[in-house]
């Protein structure tokens, strides 16, 4: 199954399992969304739980905070990550904060799905990587999945969580196929506790490869690039551990610590600006937990600080192989 396509079926299976989930967001109805991320889901569920909406993506949040306070479940997709500002002050005054706000009365369990990342060749606004603005607003959950499987099993817990979810998928994996297990998630959200169970597996991260040598971290788009990376290095005798973080907020900095005392060298990996990026929380952390059995200075690989580039100009600007391995290789001299 495709990384899209576990996204549909995973959508699918949770407005199944419940009525209340409603899908909103511009051409996601009978197009299937610019991706057909959304394709046949209003054809079996109809345009009352398969919204289109108007291109306004901060009447889009608005209207699921609204509904959602009612409770209802909605999940919108924003059509790019780039045009998720509009909404910014939606989610991040309103729906990060009502919980708080109303002292535990008011839930808003509201998903928030997002393209987002490059590598597609896409125009300006197209290829952003927000997450950071985000993780930085308490209040909300932060998770990208890397896998079908995670794609298929992390929609369907991020929508049964009580708290608000930005979801953000990479777009550059959306044809990555893997198998999936459609059984595990099911039994998972079925159980008396499913919502709460679901809400703290898909904060996990997730050891995608075991290593011993350095502790190669990433989420999203960049974790198949640490593989690749991995297997290079490996050829040459380096073995590395990859970590696929799954969620940026709550960020578990347990599982990554643990393998950084394992190994004694990290390398933190994502498309955002590596300037006040995930990867700068992160590395603070494993200085502040695993300093006495470090090697080397975390070191971080990411984008630069300026804004993202035209479509040709894009893998200048992105992680790529020699970046990560250049990486690897230095802190490999200390």
Do not use: C
């Not at 005054?93 to 998903?111: D, E, F, N, W």
């Not at 997002?114 to 603005?133: D, R, T």
């Not at 709460?196 to 075991?210: D, F, P």
């Amino acid at each position: 199954m495709t990384l899209a396509g576990a996204i549909n079926r995973g959508l699918r299976a949770a407005m199944d399992r419940d009525e209340k989930v409603l899908l909103m967001g511009e051409d996601i109805g009978q197009l299937g969304g610019v991706f057909r991320v959304t394709d046949g889901l209003w054809k079996d569920f109809g345009p009352e739980r398969v919204m289109d909406t108007p291109l306004a993506e901060s009447g889009i949040v608005g209207t699921a905070i609204g509904m959602s306070m009612r409770g209802y479940r909605p999940v919108v997709e924003i059509q790019f990550d780039g045009f998720i500002f509009p909404a910014f002050d939606q989610i991040t005054t309103q729906l990060a904060k009502m919980h708080y706000r109303s002292q535990g009365r008011i839930q808003l369990p509201v998903v928030v799905r997002v393209p987002f990342a490059g590598g597609i060749g896409g125009l300006e606004h197209h290829s952003e990587s927000p997450e950071a603005l985000f993780a930085h607003t308490a209040g909300l959950r932060v998770i990208s999945p890397a896998t079908p499987q995670d794609a298929f099993d992390m929609i369907q817990q991020a929508i049964a969580s009580p708290d608000p979810v930005i979801f953000l998928e990479p777009k550059a994996r959306y044809w990555d196929k893997g198998e999936v297990d459609e059984t595990r998630v099911d039994a998972q959200l079925s159980g008396e506790d499913g919502a709460s169970a679901g809400t703290a597996e898909m904060s996990r991260g997730r050891v995608a490869r075991q290593g011993t040598d350095v502790t190669l971290v990433a989420y999203g788009p960049t974790v198949r690039l640490a593989l690749q990376a991995a297997e290079l290095a490996g050829a040459d005798g380096t073995s590395i551990e990859v970590v696929d973080l799954r969620s940026i907020s709550p960020l578990d900095s347990e599982t990554v610590v643990r393998s950084a005392k394992r190994t004694g060298r990290v390398v933190i990996v994502h498309e955002a600006p590596t300037t006040y990026g995930p990867g700068a929380e992160l590395s603070a952390r494993v200085a502040e937990q695993a300093f006495f059995h470090l090697h080397a200075p975390v070191l971080r690989v990411g984008g630069f600080h300026a804004p993202y580039p035209g479509a040709k100009l894009e893998h200048d600007y992105l992680p790529n192989l020699d970046r990560v391995l250049d990486a690897v290789d230095r802190v490999m001299t200390h």
